[in-house]
């Protein structure tokens, strides 16, 4: 119905409109996604059949984005860190590759927190990320870029990693959808940092976008042959689904309790499903919840099967440079000399302390097998979990450093290998956007796609900012 070169052209107006409000682009090749349109007008004039062609091409045409932490040839490859800022990609992460292979043309990369670990995407080489409901609060991190552009409608689907909730957070406090698969399906290579040692487990690349639908032939795309795994061409009957509900952690005393607004919603979700499918949701109260960080935190810094340490954040902040000292570097930030962030910082001073008390950080890693066996037993082959996404709307800017451990409700299903939908529901009181995540069985991502696909036909999905 339109010309590729006229939807690369919108779209790559609509980023210089949105990018001076939001920063979320922090680099573009929009003339080389220009030339690539071109092509694809090309090829569809002069190529085969139609079948043929959205066969070996699903995204023929279609503008992505991708995160700054991944390899996107002649693209910056920094994830911020000022002594990479001259880093250029030479080649592509895999995902990134499986995309280009399919059609897909990338217009840019987008920005994310300091070496991806922390959930403000603000660093000292791009700058801070802008919410497009409301410039003063976050974006989320590390994936926010992703979250913020594909918000403010400048592009169709964003590439995202998620170790603690890089996909989840922004996905949410930007009101649109996201993907965490199950882990070891999607390639991880080819973005920095990448994870090593026992990590491998926990970081998960997956697809952002703004409608549900895009989700699942996205996934697939990524997958490449580890799509297999997952059931996607099973047929999903939602009346047979086992729905069950948890609306908070338990009261962890790391954690903000639930809002009021996200509790509602999740509510309402309970109330439509019930209605609408004639089912029952079951109310949990999962006791080691309550523990989410720090079996988190204790997980991600316990030795692989080999007895292969986890890697140091503060070795990551040197990047093969020189050591990095937190203690010497708050100091300088304190004068206004550092080139780190605020939260790279306090993460490099924390970092020592969860080995101080090794038989507890042993007690916790036994704990959370624990709740991995009981989570796959509660939701089983046909089951899915409603939690909440995060316990408070997006926050302002900084204020996260007061909560930094709110990020545990997303961050416990990456220890436990479990595929999680970040599904959004409309919008507070405040215009600032609503969600939910959607938990399944390990390689049951099929569940969680098509509840999503569902929810958004019942609640609206994504509201474009401005809108209200």
Same mark, same amino acid.
């Given at each position: ?56 091409f ?13 390899? *996107?040839?002649?693209?910056?490859n920094?994830s ?18 499986? @995309?280009?292979q ?12 300091e ?33 913020s552009? *594909? ?15 890089s ?35 926990? @970081? ?38 086992k ?27 309970v ?10 949701v079951?109310?949990v ?8 960080f ?54 490099? *001073? ?35 979990? *409603?939690?909440?996404?995060?316990? /408070? ?16 409700? /997303? ?13 959004? @529901? ?21 569940l969680?796609?098509?509840v ?17």
């Amino acid at each position: 119905q339109v010309a590729c070169i006229e939807v690369v052209e919108a779209y790559v107006e609509r980023i210089k409109e949105v990018n001076p409000l939001i920063n979320a682009v922090v680099k573009d090749r929009f003339e080389e996604a220009l030339r690539e349109a071109r092509q694809v007008d090309k090829l569809l004039l002069e190529g085969p059949g139609d079948d043929c062609l959205e066969e070996k091409f699903p995204l023929l045409g279609v503008p992505i984005t991708v995160k700054e932490a991944f390899s *996107l040839y002649g693209m910056p490859n920094t994830s911020g860190l000022v002594n990479r800022r001259n880093v250029i990609a030479t080649s592509d992460a895999t995902v990134v590759s499986r @995309l280009k292979q399919a059609g897909a043309i990338p217009l840019g990369v987008t920005n994310c927190s300091e070496l991806c670990m922390w959930y403000e995407s603000s660093n000292r080489v791009y700058g801070r990320t802008n919410n497009p409901y409301d410039l003063q609060r976050i974006v989320g991190g590390s994936s926010g870029g992703e979250g913020s552009v *594909l918000a403010a409608a400048g592009s169709v689907i964003g590439v995202g990693s998620d170790i603690g909730g890089s996909i989840r957070m922004p996905a949410f406090f930007n009101g649109v959808f996201g993907h965490k698969p199950t882990t070891g399906v999607v390639p991880n290579d080819g973005q920095f940092p990448n994870a090593h040692g026992v990590r491998t487990s926990y @970081l998960c690349t997956g697809p952002m976008c703004r409608y549900a639908e895009d989700l699942e032939p996205v996934l697939r795309v990524m997958a490449g042959p580890g799509v297999s795994k997952l059931k996607l061409n099973e047929k999903v009957s939602l009346e047979k689904i086992k729905f069950h509900c948890m609306d908070h952690d338990g009261g962890s005393i790391f954690v903000s309790p639930v809002d009021k607004e996200i509790l509602q919603a999740q509510k309402k979700v309970v109330e439509h499903l019930e209605s609408d499918l004639g089912i029952q949701v079951q109310r949990v109260a999962i006791h080691k919840m309550k523990y989410s960080f720090q079996i988190w935190s204790a997980m991600m810094s316990s030795k692989d099967s080999k007895g292969q340490e986890a890697e140091r954040f503060t070795d990551l902040l040197g990047d093969h440079g020189k050591p990095v000292w937190p203690l010497w570097e708050l100091m300088k930030w304190l004068m206004g000399m550092s080139s780190h962030t605020l939260p790279a910082i306090a993460l490099g *001073l924390t970092e020592k302390l969860v080995n101080l008390n090794l038989s507890g950080k042993a007690k916790l890693v036994s704990m959370g097998k624990s709740l991995q066996e009981e989570m796959e037993a509660l939701l089983g082959p046909d089951g899915v979990l *409603l939690y909440p996404s995060h316990p /408070t709307i997006a926050p302002k800017h900084h204020s996260p450093i007061c909560m930094p451990f709110n990020f545990a409700y /997303t961050a416990i299903f990456n220890v436990l290998g479990l595929p999680v939908t970040q599904c959004p @529901l409309g919008l507070s009181s405040e215009g600032l956007p609503l969600g939910i995540q959607l938990v399944a069985a390990a390689y049951n991502d099929h569940l969680t796609l098509a509840v999503a696909r569902y929810l958004e036909k019942a609640f609206g999905g994504w509201v474009l900012p401005g809108k209200v």
